[in-house]
């Protein structure tokens, strides 16, 4: 097979420029500008939240947007900052600095491509709902929770970063409220709450952006209000490249911490960050698919992806995905093509470049406001309610996902929530399947026409197999077939089971040898292709022979008796 087979890369921006138009692209354009105008204030609230800074928020939204547009594997995917990774990265920073957010966004980006070029990105989309959701939820609470001191202008230096104590801090300083501060928190969320009811192409959130900037310019110089927060100085233009290191005098990370030891410690940050970035990224992805009717290439958004992640920390960018609401912008205001997500990246770097002096004016309370609309919009209660009704199982997952990412951490509740999604997968898989065991009679049946009732010959016995053969049966089976009183011909009926595992065959294997020691034959009935193929290869058939491996009942039951009569001529 050829390299270029193997490595599923094909970005959908050299696919579209094919077969482009002037209409297209006046369409992309228009998208273009109103995305872009959408991505100011959350690239800059983002930015900020995470620990960073506005310009930080948008070279990323800047740089990562136009690489994700012209390699990745969605023709209207929107790339940048989002709120997912604020909590991850705040705590990154606070505990290594800027070159340990550097390192592990760069060993995100290298994983993010190691997936796609290893196809991984189809298995990462069937990542359980309810941990989506679980996760999800609960960083949007986090979120919310690290807006209060800002919203409300409590003026606490250093907010705790645990969420009991966050709020504890929170109480213990709620009577030094801004009240100014507060009321411009409130009211900016109050006008992006009800800016849609209104108009449905203004952002809500440059809006309020904008009116509570021209509010708060008022408030200080003809009313000598100086308590409220702006973001303060914006450096004009692009970052420039950087390379991570460790200075001299000057250590950018904890002390004692060479550079491959910190690569060893944030190792599992970086997993964390390349698997959320790839579920958030595909997910928007095939939501995007069911509104423009088309098909994205998940390996080459994965790759996509990883590209935007290994450039964007060398400018002093954070990590970056496909982001939901901007691309959704995208498509209602008719993008169609990857030229509306890169026309989006220009609008932001005019705005990095010729308006950094009116950006810095932007007031901290209203940029909280910003991001706890970002929050609810975020947490999904709608669908928590609804999952609240359907199962048990479904429900305990997200939860605890949710507790676990509010009160620990996003890593931890990802690898506890799979855990728990795969032994709850396991036990109503065990609970669907059925190993039972027939002598004398057994009836089959025809998809409820031509019901028969065989008859099994004497000395043999059935053990019919429902469901798929993985460990947990394996080990029901080797228990059954060890507390049954013992046949010469014992036939294991498969023509349910959908497939084998490791454990299966092990245990089948066994069973096999043990009953050939005690001169016991076996038979096998109604085996598929796949099981077949599985059987093969593990030497199960070999065991049994050729001979008695029967496409169906009825040869399986015709080979019991040929056996049958050879043993009564033995005798």
Same mark, same amino acid.
């Given at each position: 097979?050829?390299?270029?087979?193997?490595?599923?890369?094909?970005?959908?921006?050299?696919?579209?420029?094919?077969?482009?138009?002037?209409?297209?692209?006046?369409?992309?354009?228009?998208?273009?500008?109103?995305?872009?105008?959408?991505?100011?204030?959350?690239?800059?609230?983002?930015?900020?939240?995470?620990?960073?800074?506005?310009?930080?928020?948008?070279?990323?939204?800047?740089?990562?947007?136009?690489?994700?547009?012209?390699?990745?594997?969605?023709?209207?995917?929107?790339?940048?900052?989002?709120?997912?990774?604020?909590?991850?990265?705040?705590?990154?920073?606070?505990?290594?600095?800027?070159?340990?957010?550097?390192?592990?966004?760069?060993?995100?980006?290298?994983?993010?491509?190691?997936?796609?070029?290893?196809?991984?990105?189809?298995?990462?989309?069937?990542?359980?709902?309810?941990?989506?959701?679980?996760?999800?939820?609960?960083?949007?609470?986090?979120?919310?929770?690290?807006?209060?001191?800002?919203?409300?202008?409590?003026?606490?230096?250093?907010?705790?970063?645990?969420?009991?104590?966050?709020?504890?801090?929170?109480?213990?300083?709620?009577?030094?409220?801004?009240?100014?501060?507060?009321?411009?928190?409130?009211?900016?969320?109050?006008?992006?709450?009800?800016?849609?009811?209104?108009?449905?192409?203004?952002?809500?959130?440059?809006?309020?952006?904008?009116?509570?900037?021209?509010?708060?310019?008022?408030?200080?110089?003809?009313?000598?209000?100086?308590?409220?927060?702006?973001?303060?100085?914006?450096?004009?233009?692009?970052?420039?490249?950087?390379?991570?290191?460790?200075?001299?005098?000057?250590?950018?990370?904890?002390?004692?911490?060479?550079?491959?030891?910190?690569?060893?410690?944030?190792?599992?940050?970086?997993?964390?960050?390349?698997?959320?970035?790839?579920?958030?990224?595909?997910?928007?992805?095939?939501?995007?698919?069911?509104?423009?009717?088309?098909?994205?290439?998940?390996?080459?958004?994965?790759?996509?992806?990883?590209?935007?992640?290994?450039?964007?920390?060398?400018?002093?960018?954070?990590?970056?995905?496909?982001?939901?609401?901007?691309?959704?912008?995208?498509?209602?205001?008719?993008?169609?093509?990857?030229?509306?997500? +890169?026309?989006?990246?220009?609008?932001?770097?005019?705005?990095?470049?010729?308006?950094?002096?009116?950006?810095?004016?932007?007031?901290?309370?209203?940029?909280?406001?910003?991001?706890?609309?970002?929050?609810?919009?975020?947490?999904?209660?709608?669908?928590?309610?609804?999952?609240?009704?359907?199962?048990?199982?479904?429900?305990?997952?997200?939860?605890?996902?949710?507790?676990?990412?509010?009160?620990?951490?996003?890593?931890?509740?990802?690898?506890?929530?799979?855990?728990?999604?795969?032994?709850?997968?396991?036990?109503?898989?065990?609970?669907?399947?059925?190993?039972?065991?027939?002598?004398?009679?057994?009836?089959?049946?025809?998809?409820?026409?031509?019901?028969?009732?065989?008859?099994?010959?004497?000395?043999?016995?059935?053990?019919?197999?429902?469901?798929?053969?993985?460990?947990?049966?394996?080990?029901?089976?080797?228990?059954?077939?060890?507390?049954?009183?013992?046949?010469?011909?014992?036939?294991?009926?498969?023509?349910?089971?959908?497939?084998?595992?490791?454990?299966?065959?092990?245990?089948?294997?066994?069973?096999?040898?043990?009953?050939?020691?005690?001169?016991?034959?076996?038979?096998?009935?109604?085996?598929?292709?796949?099981?077949?193929?599985?059987?093969?290869?593990?030497? +199960?058939?070999?065991?049994?022979?050729?001979?008695?491996?029967?496409?169906?009942?009825?040869?399986?039951?015709?080979?019991?008796?040929?056996?049958?009569?050879?043993?009564?001529?033995?005798?």
């Amino acid at each position: 097979m050829k390299v270029k087979n193997l490595i599923d890369f094909r970005p959908k921006f050299f696919d579209t420029m094919k077969n482009y138009s002037r209409e297209k692209f006046a369409a992309d354009v228009m998208a273009g500008i109103i995305v872009g105008i959408v991505a100011i204030p959350l690239a800059i609230a983002f930015g900020i939240a995470s620990g960073v800074g506005p310009a930080e928020g948008l070279t990323t939204a800047i740089i990562a947007g136009l690489l994700i547009s012209v390699f990745g594997g969605s023709k209207v995917q929107i790339g940048g900052p989002t709120g997912a990774f604020i909590i991850i990265i705040y705590g990154v920073i606070q505990d290594y600095k800027l070159e340990g957010l550097m390192i592990a966004t760069i060993m995100a980006g290298i994983i993010l491509v190691i997936m796609g070029l290893c196809r991984l990105g189809t298995i990462i989309k069937f990542m359980p709902y309810p941990i989506i959701i679980g996760f999800t939820g609960g960083i949007a609470i986090t979120i919310f929770s690290t807006q209060i001191n800002d919203l409300l202008g409590l003026g606490i230096d250093k907010v705790p970063a645990n969420f009991v104590d966050k709020w504890a801090c929170y109480f213990e300083n709620i009577g030094s409220i801004d009240y100014w501060s507060a009321g411009m928190g409130i009211l900016s969320v109050v006008l992006i709450a009800l800016t849609p009811k209104f108009s449905k192409k203004i952002p809500g959130s440059l809006l309020a952006i904008i009116v509570m900037t021209l509010i708060g310019y008022v408030l200080r110089e003809y009313a000598g209000v100086t308590s409220i927060d702006t973001i303060g100085s914006m450096p004009s233009g692009l970052p420039p490249f950087r390379m991570p290191s460790l200075p001299e005098g000057a250590p950018a990370l904890p002390e004692g911490v060479t550079f491959f030891g910190i690569i060893q410690e944030l190792a599992p940050v970086a997993f964390t960050i390349a698997m959320l970035g790839a579920i958030e990224s595909l997910l928007s992805a095939m939501v995007a698919d069911g509104v423009i009717g088309d098909r994205h290439n998940s390996n080459t958004e994965l790759i996509g992806q990883g590209i935007a992640n290994v450039v964007v920390p060398f400018f002093g960018g954070i990590p970056a995905t496909g982001a939901i609401a901007r691309t959704m912008a995208n498509i209602n205001n008719g993008g169609r093509t990857p030229v509306a997500g +890169i026309v989006h990246t220009l609008v932001l770097l005019l705005v990095l470049l010729f308006l950094g002096g009116i950006v810095e004016h932007i007031p901290m309370p209203c940029l909280a406001g910003v991001l706890v609309m970002v929050s609810y919009n975020m947490s999904g209660w709608r669908t928590i309610k609804s999952m609240c009704k359907s199962s048990m199982s479904g429900t305990s997952v997200l939860f605890v996902t949710l507790l676990l990412t509010v009160f620990f951490d996003l890593t931890l509740a990802i690898e506890v929530g799979l855990v728990m999604a795969i032994v709850l997968f396991m036990k109503r898989a065990m609970g669907s399947a059925h190993i039972s065991v027939v002598r004398n009679e057994m009836g089959v049946h025809n998809d409820g026409e031509n019901d028969e009732v065989l008859t099994i010959p004497a000395g043999a016995e059935v053990f019919e197999i429902e469901g798929p053969f993985f460990f947990g049966i394996a080990n029901k089976f080797d228990e059954l077939t060890r507390n049954s009183d013992a046949m010469p011909i014992r036939i294991v009926r498969m023509r349910k089971v959908t497939f084998i595992d490791a454990t299966g065959l092990h245990n089948l294997e066994i069973f096999i040898e043990a009953s050939h020691k005690a001169g016991r034959t076996i038979i096998l009935s109604g085996v598929n292709e796949n099981v077949e193929k599985a059987l093969r290869k593990g030497g +199960i058939v070999r065991l049994v022979g050729d001979e008695n491996v029967c496409g169906n009942i009825h040869l399986a039951l015709k080979r019991a008796q040929e056996v049958a009569d050879a043993l009564a001529l033995a005798k």
